[in-house]
């Protein structure tokens, strides 16, 4: 079903039409007049790429504010108690509301790693956002467990692998070096490589870890991993923020993304900043996510690059790095060629993921440079409209996919279920 969109204006200030046709843009003109199904009047908005946070646990949205300003092992202790008691049912809830969330935040696509993962499948399928989704995989060093693991996570790539009409995608999403064997992490591996999915990973997210890996391993994590051979184009490294020259070099050599969360790194007191500019020199491909509501606390990517930005300046002591232009590339196309999908910008044959924001709102007036507007300025309140593989999930601010006053009191109830049972 063809969908045309009209007098819509670009970054770069122009005005142009989009026709949409099976889910791609099929045609950008400054004016087209053909018949289509439907028409979208985007005058006096501004059309984006949708955004790609390229690491979350969706169905955390149901902790947030759950474990606030506590020591990092008090948290993670009052997070894994709220975990273990969370059903499949209430998986599928919180994977919904963060899927309302990020639309109505101007994400179009994110890659996840969790559990209850067919729960989180069929909300997102529901949701009429773009995913690629990965069962987080954990083996502590027992062979058992891992082969258990594994079967689950092959399983669910069968299952779901290009559902959706293609919006589904699955990955391989071993949780850390920390908590998988040497062997889970290679099985993971093989398993990434022949289905040619993500290997989605957690990495020198903290300086225990680093310390802990050097210990056990005699290596730092990105060249113990690397002795492993997992190390390749598919593999996405969520947070990358303790990390060496050499270890970027190595990362960057071996085509890795990194998926930076800075909003999560700061919440969480990391202490530091992922070494972005170096990335830049070795030509590493960046991508942003904003990792689980329990610490971030919102899924917001307006916050992630306005955060990446300021935290990387502050910490280089350096206002020049982390530039508005660089920032919202990782945002979109950084984060869709992590994840191998054509989407993240405008052009014909490119995915129709797109959103539209008010141009006209106060907090983006006047404009001088759209893009620093988009990365300093801008929130999700500015977003109007969504796209979503050519399918509008969002009209004027109302979700067309998603019943949201009913999801939040779901969600509401569900989260003092949760709340009252993890004590
Ligand atoms: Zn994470």
Redesign the pocket.
Known sequence: MPLLLKNATLVSGKKCDLLIEEGRISKIARSISVSADEKLDAKGKLLLPGFVNT?T?AAMSLFRGMAEDMELHSWLSCVRAAEVKLSAPQVGIGTSLACAEMIKGGTTCFSD?YFHMDAAAAAVQKSGMRAVLGYGMVDLGDEKKRKSELSIAEKFVKDWNGKANGRIKCSIAPHSLYLCSAELLQAANELSKKHSIPYHI?LSETREEVFDCLSKNGKRPAHYLDSLGVLSHRAVA?HSVWLTNEEVRLLSSRKVSASLNPASNCKLAGGSAAPMPDMQKFGMNISLGT??CASNNSLSMFEAMKFCALLQKNSRWDARVARAGSIFTAATLGGAHALGIHAGGIREGKLADLILLDAKSANLSPVHDWTANIVYSANAGNVTDAIINGKIVMKDRKLLTINEEKLVEQAQKEAEKLAAASG
């Open positions: 690491h646990h790693m957690h969520a990792d689980g």
